[in-house]
């Protein structure tokens, strides 16, 4: 069996005494792969953290069904549970009165591991996030960065099939959160048959780290491919920034009848050094030569060139229709 | 089948050792314990003194005053014990597990009986130290008996009423507390129980305690009188609690879990 | 005041809201059973010959009254810190920290009266208790009563801004210490007579002691019967302005040694 999860035709709806049912997810479905890292991106209240619950066997689906491992979540859980592990960004969760190793030992034995295997696997991890040295310090003295890098190796401890990471950078530092992404990216790589269901706030983090994306909104999945897929899906056209000595209104029109229908130029000036710059649609990529050509030709040298590569927010942008900070604001809570 | 008996005892290892040794970090309990101990004992002793009853019947609050810490634990350490673990986000990732919540439930019980002990036997020293009262010790071995039988019991009950706290939140919480001193004095821990009257002791009898003590002070007391029941039949009556709540836990641990999965209630805080 | 009236909102909502309206009254006039049922089977089954049941009862149930407000105030910190994780918020409000301990106590202290009134209203008549009211000492000793629960628990709230994990063993101990000294369940003259001078200084005890006597019009022991009813509001009034004062300076420079110690925002999973 090559699919670690399939979520088939998934819908849940939360009934709220007093106000109409909020449907969180539509009848989302999906796929993944063993050896796969799979985002969900979306904005809050999207439906990625009800996906989580109920793929994670803590909430159950209104319609639909998932199964991870082949195991089906709903009636099957108890399956399930020994091959999965949760980690939330900005948890709080344990007992602050343990030790980081008492702490990872407790969880452990909640996986019925013996004590000398989750000990060994404890010392390897903890030294790998760099807190070997931390291990005799109680939970409730860390920072949270430290804390999370803990509860990450809580959920690697255990060696589960199936990794839920639930923000698990929120709130941390940008060293800590380079941490935590290689030990994850190295663990997935480590063995075959493990897999990670990733969401995320940060759009660069799911473009580094996921094989595959989902972009779900108003618990519906708006695309689901390969990063570079949606970036490439998003527009065809190859996009360049030029910034130039001098280039007036009319020249521009020159070089623009010169380059032919279908690429489109835009003069601007550079908000540092004021020059001239010219943000280019073109066509074709090769198109870029006969540009510079005409550029020459009107008398204007070239000071500084960049392509201009689409990201994934802009993916996320075209699908969801607004910025991805926009839709964090205005969206509720879920 | 051994894996999951592994994996239960494991469990219950793991969330007893949180109990006994996360908690002797914070010393103050200690003294809290004895403090606590102290000041039960004391105000038995004198209330007794003040309604004019008599010796023999400080004997008698002294082991009420043992029981109550436990009867208290099981409310408040067992009963409740989901309804933090949610509030502190734990309950997800005790879910998420593998083990059955029975196994985290009987750890915490363990681990709660372990370090409530401390303030009974703070109250039994007063009571015998500086109190001197006077208990038999011919029985001793079968008041041992009569009150770890009491314990599973009433442990099994607690973990009954932890399904509840699974689903429901303040209201549980806040019930719980309005009952926990009617039902304390209910089972008789301040005065022999047959004096509320055969038809309150029945009801009362559903709480271990009440049977319990009964059962204890007929073994430790000599000038006892006032039984319910003969000690033996408390006994067979408290197994069979015991093996009724501990069946009764054991379905409403998985019937209200998977209430709650449906209802979205198993990650809801502030509830 | 503005302060004052929300932080006494937010106490009747963090009360009340976890169920329907007509339930929570229910449960206001059910609580307070629970902390005299006792004294009525003792006093009312074994101690019917000491005549002691008015005097248990009366004071088991204003010592009630004060003990609702110290634990609020204890477990609020708490509370606030680690469960809601709002007192950092509260901190940074303009109303100050101790007008918010205040607004709390006021309506734990009036949720605690509603549930007493409510019972005696049947307590009265059915156990025959003495009632000649004299309501000016009521009303006064009522009013007096919150400063003293306020005070006392500003100065419990000023010790647990300065823990990062509450022990409820000694919450427990502490007032189970205070209910024995304060001869709310027996006259303290069954103490040897060191411990029973000591308990006369308890700080609740003339406080219980007045509410006593206003309510049943007499004196029903010898406990503090040197003193004047009017006499023992005086050192009630004087109690309870010593206590508020050194609750409020308390939780001042608790408050402060918190934020040194950045014991504000510290949250220990519990």
Not at chain 1, 232 to 243: K, V
Not at chain 2, 53 to 82: D, H, I, K, R, Y
Request: charged content about 15%; proline content about 3%; overall charge neutral.
């Amino acid at each position: 069996m090559h699919t670690a999860i399939q979520v088939e035709n998934l819908s849940r709806v939360f009934n709220r005494r007093g106000t109409a049912p909020f449907h969180a997810l539509r009848g989302v479905s999906f796929d993944v792969s063993y050896g796969e890292i799979f985002g969900l991106l979306g904005p809050n209240g999207a439906g990625k953290t009800t996906t989580i619950k109920i793929m994670s066997t803590l909430l159950l689906p209104t319609s639909g069904r998932v199964t991870v491992a082949g195991f089906d979540v709903e009636k099957d859980y108890t399956h399930v549970r020994p091959l999965i592990s949760l980690i939330s960004g900005g948890e709080t969760s344990g007992y602050g009165i343990l030790t980081v190793e008492e702490q990872l030992w407790m969880f452990s034995q909640f996986y019925g591991m013996e004590t000398h295997v989750a000990r060994a696997r404890i010392e390897e991890y903890l030294k790998v996030v760099g807190m070997w040295d931390s291990r005799r310090q109680q939970m409730n003295r860390l920072s949270t960065g430290m804390r999370q890098k803990v509860n990450l190796v809580r959920g690697l401890v255990t060696d589960p099939k199936v990794l839920f990471l639930d923000e698990p950078t929120l709130g941390v530092d940008v060293e800590a959160s380079v941490i935590i992404r290689n030990i994850v990216r190295d663990w997935v790589r480590e063995k075959p048959e493990r897999s990670v269901i990733l969401t995320t706030h940060y759009m660069a983090e799911a473009d580094e780290l996921c094989s595959r994306v989902a972009i779900i909104n108003h618990g519906l999945i708006l695309a689901n491919a390969a990063p570079s897929q949606l970036k490439q899906d998003l527009d065809s056209r190859a996009h360049y920034e030029i910034t130039v000595d001098r280039l007036d209104g009319d020249q521009l029109d020159h070089i623009t009848a010169s380059m032919g229908e279908g690429n489109d130029l835009v003069l601007g000036s550079d908000k540092v050094t004021q020059s001239p710059m010219l943000v280019a649609h073109l066509m074709h990529e090769s198109d870029i030569a006969r540009l510079i050509t005409a550029l020459a030709g009107q008398g204007a040298t070239l000071e500084y060139m960049r392509k201009l590569e689409p990201t994934l927010e802009d993916a996320f942008l075209k699908m969801v229709g607004k910025r991805f900070e926009d839709e964090e604001e205005a969206s509720p809570v879920s | 089948m051994k894996k999951k008996l592994l994996l239960f005892l494991r469990t219950l290892n793991a969330r007893a050792y949180v109990r006994i040794f996360g908690q002797m970090r914070e010393a103050t309990w200690v003294v809290a314990s004895v403090l606590g101990g102290f000041f039960t004992m004391t105000t038995y002793i004198y209330l007794y003194r003040t309604l004019g009853t008599g010796s023999e019947f400080t004997g008698l609050v002294v082991l009420g005053g043992f029981m109550t810490p436990f009867f208290m634990n099981v409310l408040w350490g067992v009963a409740t014990q989901l309804y933090w673990e949610k509030e502190m986000g734990n309950l997800e990732l005790m879910l998420v597990s593998p083990a059955p919540l029975s196994a985290f439930l009987v750890g915490l019980s363990v681990g709660g009986a372990m370090h409530t002990m401390l303030r009974s036997l703070a109250v039994l020293f007063f009571g015998i130290a500086v109190f001197k009262v006077q208990f038999t010790v011919l029985h001793l071995p079968l008041a041992l008996l009569v009150f770890l039988v009491t314990l599973f019991s009433m442990y099994g009950l607690g973990i009954v009423f932890s399904s509840l706290f699974l689903y429901h939140g303040r209201d549980a919480w806040r019930t719980a507390d309005l009952v926990m001193e009617p039902t304390n004095v209910l089972s008789g821990s301040y005065f022999p129980a047959r004096f509320l009257g055969l038809g309150l002791v029945g009801i009362a009898a559903l709480i271990p305690t009440t049977l319990g003590l009964d059962a204890l002070r007929q073994l430790l007391v000599p000038s006892f009188t006032v039984k319910v029941l003969d000690w033996r039949w408390e006994l067979l009556i408290l197994i069979g609690l015991g093996v009724v709540f501990v069946f009764i836990a054991s379905w409403a641990l998985r019937a209200v879990e998977y209430k709650a999965r449906r209802d979205a209630r198993l990650t809801l805080r502030w509830q | 005041m503005k302060g004052f009236l929300a932080s006494m909102y937010i106490g009747l909502q963090i009360e009340s809201n976890w169920t329907k309206k007509w339930v929570w009254l229910l449960y206001l006039a059910a609580y307070p059973i629970g902390s005299f049922l006792a004294v009525i089977i003792l006093y009312g089954v074994f101690g019917q010959k000491t005549g002691l049941l008015p005097y248990a009862l009366y004071g088991t149930i204003f010592y009630y009254s004060l003990s609702m407000v110290f634990f609020d105030m204890a477990f609020s910190v708490h509370d606030d810190r680690e469960h809601y994780q709002t007192l950092k918020y509260i901190f940074l409000s303009s109303t100050s920290y101790r007008t918010y301990l205040c607004g709390r106590a006021a309506t734990r202290y009036l949720i605690a009266l509603a549930g007493i009134i409510i019972n005696l209203c049947w307590l009265i008549p059915v156990l025959r208790l003495p009632f000649h009211p004299n309501w000016g000492y009521l009303i006064a000793g009522a009013i007096l009563g919150y400063l003293v629960a306020a005070g006392l628990g500003l100065a419990v709230a000023s010790v647990f801004l300065l823990t990062i994990k509450l022990d409820v063993d000694v919450v427990d101990a502490l007032f189970g210490g205070l209910f024995v000294l304060s001869g709310a369940l027996f006259p303290p003259t069954a103490f040897p007579a060191v411990f029973a001078k000591i308990a006369e200084f308890v700080p609740m005890s003339p406080f219980i002691e007045l509410m006593r006597r206003a309510i049943s019009g007499k004196i029903l022991t010898s406990f503090l019967s040197d003193m004047s009813t009017f006499q023992l509001l005086g050192r009630v009034a004087l109690s309870a302005a010593v206590l508020f004062a050194l609750g409020w300076v308390l939780v001042f420079f608790g408050s402060r040694q918190a934020q040194r110690k950045g014991y504000i925002d510290v949250t220990t999973a519990f």
